[in-house]
C-alpha cells in the first residue's frame, strides 16, 4: 500500500505540474475577444461574434486532451489500477485545470479593461482579458482523465484470477447431464 500511495503522490504532483503547459497552450490558442471603446463606455466590436465562447471550448478541447492523454501514459506505465492512482489522476487533473486556468488569465490581456481602454484610445480596438466563462471546463481533465482510464484498464489490464476456479464456471452440480440421442 505504502509504494501505491508513493506512486500517487508522484502522479498527482506530475499531473498538476503538465498544467502549466495546458495554460499556456490555451493562452496561446485561445481566440481574442475585441472590445472598443467609445470614450464613456467599452463594448464588444462584434456582437455577434463568437470568440469568448471559443476561449471556453479552446480550454475545455485542451483540457479533453490533456486527460486523455495523462490516463494513457499513466496506463501504460502502469498497467494495474488501484484507487490510489485513479484518486490520483483524478486530483492531479483538476489541480492541473485550474493552474491553466489561472496561469492564462495571468499571462492574458490586461485584466483592467478600463485602464486598458484608455491606453489604446478611442475608437481603437484591444483585446479582453482572458477568461473562463464556463467554469465546467476545468472538470474536462479529470473526467476525461476517468474515462480513458477505465475504459483501458477495462480492455488491456491483466485480469484478477477467478477465486472459484473451475467448478464456478460448470456450476454448483458439476456438469449438465450427456444427453442420448
Same mark, same amino acid.
Given at each position: 500500500?505504502?509504494?501505491?500511495? &508513493?506512486?500517487?503522490?508522484?502522479?498527482?504532483? +506530475?499531473?498538476? =505540474?503538465? *498544467?502549466? /503547459?495546458?495554460? $499556456? #497552450?490555451? !493562452?496561446? %490558442?485561445?481566440?481574442?475577444?475585441?472590445?472598443?471603446?467609445?470614450?464613456?463606455?467599452?463594448?464588444?466590436?462584434?456582437?455577434?461574434?463568437?470568440?469568448?465562447?471559443?476561449?471556453?471550448?479552446?480550454?475545455?478541447?485542451?483540457?479533453?486532451?490533456?486527460?486523455?492523454?495523462?490516463?494513457?501514459?499513466?496506463?501504460?506505465?502502469?498497467? &494495474?489500477?488501484?484507487?490510489?492512482?485513479?484518486? +490520483?489522476?483524478? =486530483?492531479? *487533473?483538476? /489541480?492541473?485545470? $485550474? #493552474?491553466? !486556468?489561472? %496561469?492564462?488569465?495571468?499571462?492574458?490581456?490586461?485584466?483592467?479593461?478600463?485602464?486598458?481602454?484608455?491606453?489604446?484610445?478611442?475608437?481603437?480596438?484591444?483585446?479582453?482579458?482572458?477568461?473562463?466563462?464556463?467554469?465546467?471546463?476545468?472538470?474536462?481533465?479529470?473526467?476525461?482523465?476517468?474515462?480513458?482510464?477505465?475504459?483501458?484498464?477495462?480492455?488491456?489490464?491483466?485480469?484478477?484470477?477467478?477465486?472459484?476456479?473451475?467448478?464456478?464456471?460448470?456450476?454448483?452440480?458439476?456438469?449438465?447431464?450427456?444427453?442420448?440421442?
Amino acid at each position: 500500500m505504502r509504494t501505491e500511495l &508513493r506512486e500517487a503522490a508522484v502522479v498527482t504532483v +506530475a499531473t498538476a =505540474v503538465v *498544467g502549466a /503547459l495546458l495554460g $499556456l #497552450l490555451w !493562452w496561446w %490558442l485561445a481566440p481574442n475577444v475585441p472590445l472598443i471603446s467609445d470614450g464613456t463606455a467599452v463594448y464588444l466590436r462584434d456582437t455577434e461574434g463568437e470568440q469568448a465562447i471559443g476561449v471556453d471550448g479552446t480550454f475545455t478541447l485542451l483540457a479533453l486532451g490533456f486527460g486523455a492523454l495523462s490516463a494513457l501514459v499513466v496506463f501504460l506505465v502502469r498497467k &494495474r489500477g488501484g484507487v490510489p492512482l485513479v484518486l +490520483a489522476l483524478t =486530483v492531479g *487533473g483538476l /489541480l492541473g485545470s $485550474l #493552474l491553466a !486556468w489561472r %496561469l492564462g488569465v495571468w499571462l492574458g490581456p490586461a485584466q483592467d479593461v478600463v485602464a486598458h481602454a484608455r491606453q489604446v484610445g478611442e475608437g481603437r480596438t484591444f483585446p479582453a482579458p482572458l477568461k473562463l466563462g464556463a467554469k465546467g471546463a476545468l472538470l474536462a481533465w479529470p473526467v476525461a482523465t476517468l474515462l480513458v482510464h477505465l475504459g483501458l484498464t477495462a480492455l488491456f489490464a491483466p485480469r484478477d484470477p477467478d477465486p472459484y476456479g473451475q467448478q464456478h464456471q460448470l456450476g454448483p452440480y458439476g456438469p449438465p447431464p450427456a444427453r442420448d440421442a
